[in-house]
């Protein structure tokens, strides 16, 4: 008997050591997220598709797109805690103000929660996250739906004679195992708005708070249609450090970060800027028809572990009454040492100047954060999603900013 407990024990152990010295390859699981043999017969139709995740978290290790060029202008993936409608697909596109394309009910890509995690556009080459890094979804995440949005620019092969249908879609490569690094997802951006004739910065800044240290790896930029350049920054010891630069204009995915293995840690500051110009003979707002503007910088990082940054946006009031030098910390931002290619449009040399400064400038920052402490960050929330509510666009790529606030169904 004893002899028994001895090799039981022995063969418990050598299973123990043997699982330490030796990492046991991660099992990992493919789930397809593809539209549902959909047929668009209106060109530039967005849908939207939902899955739900599983009571024990999942964690999101890469993914392969599956998208014909000439059907799928882009596609993005987004993390939500409740999706846009029930139905398998519905019509989530930003510009239409009803449905009209027939047989798709109207929703927003979430009801609320909204995180985008993947972006794909045409002739982009796929992300892949660092080794170890994955998003962690489903559990007690709030993320309990994914949503994949797919943009029909061109529709002809759904129309007669041809008829053919479309699954389009994205295929995560996943794993029930925890991963020892946890994606997320950072946004900054502006309100504000930009004069006829004119080139202005909208500019964005916050510390770093967190009890953390994250390490951008992707960035992704987005702008309708006056952004030039879009350029997000770490300043540490009033040193600034690109963490990306591009050109809106280009597919808006997500891009590797410029410097990496770069870290953000609590105390550093966090700034990006839009630089925008308008030739048009009329006042350009944000919000999110064809006819207005939009600034956004998003981080992708990672941290060790699995604490993500708990406030994940940073929003300023934007021209003509915030800039960098509103910010609080403007002295620590060392504004003398703004590198000058932060306006410069990737493969060219012309440093793209302000042509237009506001007044004094009221400090929107503070104005947002004395909002929050008069009103509640969910009041605050809902505040901005009215700014965003009635918005819709139609520019080539899609908007998701204004979906990272809940809406009003
Ligand atoms: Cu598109
Ligand atoms: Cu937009």
New binding site residues.
């Given amino acids: 008997m004893l002899l028994y407990v001895l090799a039981i024990l022995q063969v418990a152990c050598w299973t123990l050591t043997s699982s330490k010295a030796v990492t046991l390859p991660t099992k990992k699981t493919n789930i397809e997220l593809l539209m549902p043999d959909v047929q668009p017969k209106v060109p530039d139709t967005?849908l939207c598709h939902s899955i739900k995740m599983n009571k024990t978290a999942t964690y999101i290790t890469g993914f392969v797109p599956h998208a014909q060029m000439e059907t799928?202008?882009?596609m993005l993936l987004y993390g939500c805690s409740e999706p846009g409608d029930d139905a398998a697909v519905w019509n989530c596109g930003e510009m239409a103000q009803s449905d009209n394309t027939g047989n798709f009910k109207l929703g927003p890509t979430c009801q609320s929660g909204s995180k985008i995690l993947y972006a794909w556009?045409?002739d982009a080459t796929s992300l892949d996250l660092p080794q170890g890094v994955a998003f962690k979804v489903g559990g007690n995440t709030n993320v309990n739906y994914l949503v994949l949005q797919v943009?029909y620019?061109n529709v002809d092969k759904f129309l007669p004679p041809k008829s053919e249908t479309d699954n389009s879609g994205i295929t995560l490569v996943t794993t029930k195992t925890p991963m020892p690094k946890r994606a997320g997802v950072y946004l900054l951006g502006t309100m504000g708005s930009i004069p006829q004739h004119s080139t202005v910065y909208m500019e964005s800044a916050c510390s770093f708070m967190d009890d953390l240290d994250i390490v951008p790896f992707a960035f992704r930029t987005h702008t309708h249609q006056l952004g030039k350049v879009v350029s997000g920054y770490r300043i540490r010891d009033g040193e600034w450090t690109e963490i990306g630069r591009q050109n809106p204009r280009l597919p808006q995915m997500f891009y590797n970060a410029t410097t990496p293995n770069m870290d953000v840690s609590k105390g550093d500051i966090l700034a990006a800027r839009c630089t925008m110009k308008n030739d048009l003979d009329h006042e350009v707002r944000i919000g999110s028809t064809q006819n207005d503007e939009m600034c956004n910088f998003y981080i992708m990082y990672y941290v060790n572990g699995d604490q993500i940054m708990n406030r994940d946006y940073c929003f300023s009031a934007g021209p003509d009454t915030w800039y960098w030098d509103d910010f609080d910390r403007a002295d620590e931002m060392n504004l003398g040492a703004v590198p000058k290619t932060a306006s410069v449009v990737p493969g060219t040399s012309e440093v793209l100047r302000q042509t237009s400064f506001g007044g004094e400038g009221n400090d929107g920052e503070t104005s947002i954060d004395q909002l929050v402490e008069s009103l509640g960050e969910a009041n605050v929330e809902e505040l901005l999603k009215e700014l965003y509510q009635s918005q819709r666009e139609d520019d080539?790529?899609?908007d998701d900013s204004y979906d990272l606030y809940p809406r009003r169904v």
């Fill in positions: 967005y799928a202008h882009h556009a045409m943009h620019k080539l790529y899609t």
